[in-house]
């Protein structure tokens, strides 16, 4: 209730028309249950009992139907949304929730991109047994053929295995860590010309994945897996309006690990703001027919500033 609907970069962005599908009551009770067992193989693995318990193999065989059944059923919802020719966003829920929507986009779509903004690269196989796990999820979509390439930006918390994938994927996986980014700033480069490169490694056609922990810490205190450092809001904010604006289609894009505090709503006013403006600014790249010269507030401002001089 807190988020204005007046958006600066996108002109009477709430008369576009947003609609949000009702949440699934039996997927959240399930999920609860799953999540209890999901919990004690984890347990077990970190007690080193793994090899010996008769539940793991069980409760993760389990969880990993699930997973696959959840995956199927939000393909279906999302083809047939698509079939109606709306654009699609989907609100997790942790990062494994848009697989299903990857692979309806890839029915839809010879190709495109993900721009992942992030702190994990999320490119684990299998991590601790479960497939479809948070931190598998661009694992599992580099192996749909119409993703022909993978854009992240914000990493900061990877592993070897991680790694090996993206020097073997020969440029289809392309990292812009946020170390890397932050060096570049304090020797002079600004995020106008970082974001040139990130949007100059995209093609035509992008899918936005955004895991809020992709955000400075302050931002999302209570998602699942912060991570020190990150981008600020409005540094997103602008990454995704150069997307929009360069000619570049949004073909959809998902939103997860917003977690609100239990006495506070700061994270859920912060995932509410950037919410509207993935909708907003998707929404702008499909009616743009070529690259549009940008027409914020703040050229305004600046042209009438120049105009005075």
């Not at 949440?23 to 249950?33: L, Y």
């Not at 100059?200 to 955004?210: A, K, Q, T």
Request: charged letters at 25%.
């Amino acid at each position: 209730m807190q988020v204005d609907l007046f958006d600066a970069d996108v002109a009477d962005a709430w008369q576009r028309g947003i609609f949000l599908l009702p949440e699934n009551k039996k997927w959240k009770n399930e999920s609860k249950q799953l999540r209890k067992k999901a919990a004690r193989v984890i347990e077990l693995l970190s007690n080193g009992a793994y090899e010996k318990n008769k539940d793991v193999k069980k409760f993760t065989k389990e969880i990993n139907e699930a997973g696959a059944k959840l995956k199927n059923q939000i393909k279906q919802q999302c083809l047939a949304q698509l079939s109606k020719g709306k654009i699609l966003g989907l609100l997790g829920g942790d990062h494994s929730t848009p697989l299903g929507f990857i692979e309806a986009l890839a029915e839809k779509n010879s190709s495109f991109a993900i721009l992942q903004i992030d702190a994990h690269c999320d490119l684990r196989k299998a991590y601790e047994g479960f497939t479809f796990s948070h931190a598998s999820i661009m694992f599992n979509a580099l192996k749909i053929p119409q993703v022909k390439k993978l854009v992240q930006v914000g990493i900061r918390d990877f592993c070897q295995q991680e790694m090996d994938v993206m020097r073997e994927s020969n440029g289809r996986v392309k990292i812009f860590f946020d170390s890397d980014m932050r060096r570049g700033m304090y020797e002079g480069a600004t995020w106008k010309n970082i974001c040139d490169n990130i949007v100059n490694s995209l093609p035509e056609n992008v899918y936005v994945s955004f895991d809020i922990d992709g955000l400075e810490q302050y931002l999302c205190p209570n998602t699942g897996t912060p991570v020190p450092g990150g981008l600020q809001f409005e540094q997103a904010v602008y990454l995704l309006w150069r997307v929009a604006t360069s000619g570049k289609k949004i073909i959809g894009f998902d939103l997860n690990e917003v977690a609100p505090g239990k006495n506070d709503e700061w994270d859920a006013n912060v995932g509410a703001r950037l919410l509207y403006k993935l909708c907003n600014l998707t929404g702008l790249s499909q009616s743009n027919k070529k690259k549009v010269e940008t027409t914020s507030i703040a050229d305004e401002l600046l042209i009438e500033k120049e105009s005075s001089d």
